[in-house]
């Protein structure tokens, strides 16, 4: 099983940043795929889900109007395009494989600075 984040960076704030996870090794459209994040010195924290099948979408109410997770299922991708960024979104991001069993993936950094 392996997950593979990329797309993190420095952007300046208010500005955009699109995030990708690859996936593998396992059902990929079975499992609900989530992003959480952790900034130094915090516990890791959710950010955003979408179900397998449905694409229902749940989101953190600090990203709640600029974040937004999507998926594609032939292509065994979710993303995270996050908008209006802010220097509290500063973080390492995570993608998440959940069905019973959790899969992690490695994580990208995310730096919001001017």
């Known amino acids: 099983v392996q997950l593979v984040e990329s797309g993190g960076g420095l952007v300046q704030p208010g500005g955009s940043l699109g995030l990708s996870c690859a996936a593998s090794?396992?059902?990929?459209?079975?499992?609900?795929m989530r992003w959480y994040r952790q900034a130094p010195g915090k516990e890791r924290e959710f950010v955003a889900s979408i179900f397998g099948t449905s694409g229902t979408t749940n989101y953190a109410d600090s990203v709640k109007g600029r974040f937004t997770i999507s998926r594609d299922n032939a292509k065994n991708t979710v993303y995270l395009q996050m908008n209006s960024l802010e220097p509290a979104d500063t973080a390492v991001y995570y993608c998440n494989a959940v069905r019973g069993t959790n899969y992690w993936g490695q994580g990208t950094q995310v730096t919001v600075s001017s």
């Open positions: 090794g396992f059902t990929f459209s079975s499992y609900v």
